[in-house]
């Protein structure tokens, strides 16, 4: 695993489950879903500041993922510090827990954790370190390969988002913002386990509620309602504009519409220096 000791590395819990476990494998999957993506990316697409994409298998979701992955391209150079959030599925955490390890590990290869980053956060009361509130959790560990096909050399700071508030969330995104280097993850799907036709329609009003930077989502409406509150209130503070890339569910990527669930990619771009200037006046 690198230079990474083994007991410092927190390995891959889903590989064969939510995406292949064979590096070619999923080295050629996640290029072949990126081109993809960035054949419906329209020309001249600012590269995004913060994205909100989904964390199902690859089958259902890495579409739909791909479609803000691919925005990333113009930045693979610039962007060095991933700020990760997703909300735990398997154990009740309170706030928002970062792990003590140095990397997370894919089939691709391990993916440094920034300690610092890690540290300045550990100063908020809502953050507390909790190990295994990561070991077993898909959320963010599914977004590590399209991260690592897209990007340069980077780290994470990976947050699994328990019991918090959007306010808390957003304070922990406004203190770790930076500038250009900075990329902001949400990872979240939409709805769940609706008939198709009542998915869509939820599934787009919760689209209009997140365009509109309504900071109300509860958890019908998206599994990460709280880190995709949080970075709502962030985006309405600092005049991000947000896109929606792609709506779609797993009737749609994989056949059975009795039960689905619901996805979206969503890219937030920051002003220009010109409107700022505008703004100012």
Known sequence: MGSYDLASVRPAAVAGMFYPEVPSTLAAEVRAHL????????????????IIVPHAGYVYSGPIA?????????????IRRVVLFGPTHRMLVRGLALPSVEAFATPLGAVAVDRAAVDLALTLRQVVTNDAAHALEHSLEVQLPFLQAALGTFTIVPFAVGDATGVEVGE????????KETLIVVS??????????????VDRETGAAILALSATLDHEQACGATPINGLLLAA???GLRPQLLDLRNSGDTAG????????????????EPAELGQNAR
């Open 35 to 50: 081109a993809a993506g960035e054949a419906r990316r329209e020309p001249g697409a600012n590269v995004p500041k913060a």
């Open 66 to 78: 791909a479609s803000a992955y691919a925005r990333l391209a113009r930045a693979r150079d610039t």
């Open 172 to 179: 922990v995104i406004d203190l770790l913002w930076g500038g």
């Open 188 to 201: 979240s799907d939409l709805s769940h386990y609706h008939r198709y036709a009542d998915a869509r329609k």
């Open 236 to 238: 309405q503070r600092r």
């Open 256 to 271: 059975d519409k009795s039960r689905v669930v619901g996805y979206a990619s969503f890219s937030f771009t920051e002003p």
